[in-house]
């Protein structure tokens, strides 16, 4: 286990904790020679290989060795041991734009121009570069001592290589409320539009507080991502708005492109004049019985990745009756552990139950199928209540789109919940449209 002081690689010695996340640390640490303070990204091999993340690790490598931007966080190098990898990267100071935001509430216009400015430089040369980010929002983006922006996270981005024959990407992923309208319908989409959708969420988001797609449920935030149903408040000026519009437009066809967007009046020239109040959340949005969107934290992804089971079907009035599991809420209130736990995913329901079968052998876990499609999975050694036991059931809304509950149903509740944090959830993270009904505020 690494501790504070410990010299890595007889180069770098380590210093404090900066960040926890499911498959290891980062750590703030100093190069011994150069006496630079770097950051570096700690991560537990048998963890990455047990849920197939090293594909996922390799095209990060490889992306981040292709992009040298000063918005851009630099990866040094990559060493490992026969238990771990490190990522040595720039150290940046600032932490999160999210946190920035979620402090004030919201950005002034300017300040949202600086910002908005300087992702577009990035993702602009990103795309020069045949690279596609795929999962930008405030959470990826840092801000470095002097409060300039540096685009990070590069687990899901995608090369010109994978592209298809059709030239276009095909891998359904990135953050549910950030993603544009083509890669939820699954038709294949261009990465360099889907990412310029991307930040113009990011850039309605500094500038209000809150999303520009909301709803009491998922189902009904997609249909308004797939319309480009929003509203810009009353504060934004004339300009933004237009140029919002314009990002923000669901054909990806006539979506503003890169090179537009540095032409637009907003984008050369700013809001003209500085607003400088800095309300929390406001009373526009207070109406719409949708939470602000900056609490719905660290949403991952879905990738595109095989045995058979009976799936339930929903009809509209038991999709209804679900409605609890479809309430957003969760992802605002911090809530007690519970016993049930559901997520939705756009995999076929075959994926699913091959993939659920392979966490149970991984986690060495029992797994029953039952005649009314209940899959029994259960411990193989007593705990301090008896052996624990989860069902879980798929429910079929649309062909394409499932419901997934998973349910305690015996031994103790507290090793329940660290095995579901723990190991259950990250192992699933490739089938994972999004979780429901719990908080889910910890990094990834």
């Known amino acids: 286990m690494e501790s504070r002081g410990k010299i890595l690689m007889k180069r770098y010695e380590l210093g404090r904790l900066l960040g926890k996340g499911t498959f290891g640390k980062v750590h703030y640490a100093r190069n011994l020679e150069s006496n630079h303070s770097v950051a570096i990204k ?43 990898i490190y ?37 602009d040369y990103c795309h020069s570069r045949g690279v596609y980010h795929r999962d930008l929002k405030p959470e990826n983006l840092l801000l470095d001592e002097n409060e300039n922006l540096k685009v990070s996270d590069f ?20 953050t549910p409320a950030y993603v544009a309208p083509e890669v939820i319908s699954k038709t294949g989409y261009d990465g360099a539009k889907s990412d310029i959708w991307s930040c113009g969420v990011v850039l309605f988001v500094l500038v209000a507080g809150y999303l520009p797609f909301q709803g009491p449920n998922l189902m009904e935030m997609y249909r308004k991502i797939q319309n480009g149903d929003f509203r810009c408040p009353s504060w934004f000026s004339h300009k933004l708005k237009k140029l919002l519009y314009k990002i923000l437009d669901p054909n990806p066809n006539t979506r503003i492109s890169v090179q537009k967007i540095k ?9 003209g ?19 602000p969107a900056l609490v719905m934290r660290r949403k991952k992804n879905v990738h595109e990745d095989v045995k058979p089971l009976a799936v339930t079907n929903l009809n ?23 016993k049930e736990t559901r997520f939705t995913s756009d995999k076929p329901a075959t ?24 899959i029994k999975i259960q411990g193989r050694k007593e705990g301090r209540n008896g052996v624990l036991q989860f069902d879980t059931e798929i ?22 919940q660290k095995l579901l944090e723990e190991d259950i959830r990250p192992a699933l993270k490739d089938i994972v449209w999004a979780w429901h009904g719990d908080d889910r505020q910890q990094k990834e």
């Not at 100071?93 to 402090?103: A, N, P, Q, T, Y």
């Open 351 to 374: 994926t699913i139950i091959s993939k659920l079968e392979d966490v149970a052998k991984a986690l060495n876990l029992r797994i029953r199928k039952k005649d009314n499609g209940v």
């Open 263 to 271: 032409e637009s009046t907003w984008f050369r020239k700013g809001p």
């Open 273 to 291: 004049e500085t607003r400088t109040v800095k309300e929390k959340i406001p009373s526009e949005n207070a109406t719409t019985n949708a939470a």
């Open 155 to 174: 687990g899901l981005s995608a090369l010109s290589e994978s592209k298809r024959q059709d030239g276009l990407l095909h891998t359904t992923c990135g």
């Open 395 to 416: 429910f079929e809304i649309t062909a394409s789109y499932h419901l997934i509950e998973m349910k305690q149903t015996g031994g103790d509740s507290l090793e329940y």
């Open 42 to 84: 700690m991560m537990d091999k048998d963890k990455v290989l047990k849920v197939g993340l090293s594909e996922q690790i390799r095209r990060e490598i490889t992306t981040m060795r292709l992009v040298a931007h000063k918005n851009i966080v630099e990866l040094h190098e990559v060493m490992a041991t026969r238990n771990k």
């Open 316 to 338: 509209a009035f038991e999709i209804i009756s679900f409605s609890t599991g479809f309430d957003l809420s969760g992802l605002f209130i911090r809530k007690e552990c519970k």
């Open 87 to 123: 990522f040595v990267m720039e150290y940046v100071k600032g932490g999160e734009l999210f946190d920035k935001i979620e402090k004030s509430g919201k950005l002034t216009e300017a300040i949202a121009h600086k910002y908005f400015q300087q992702l577009i430089s990035a993702v």
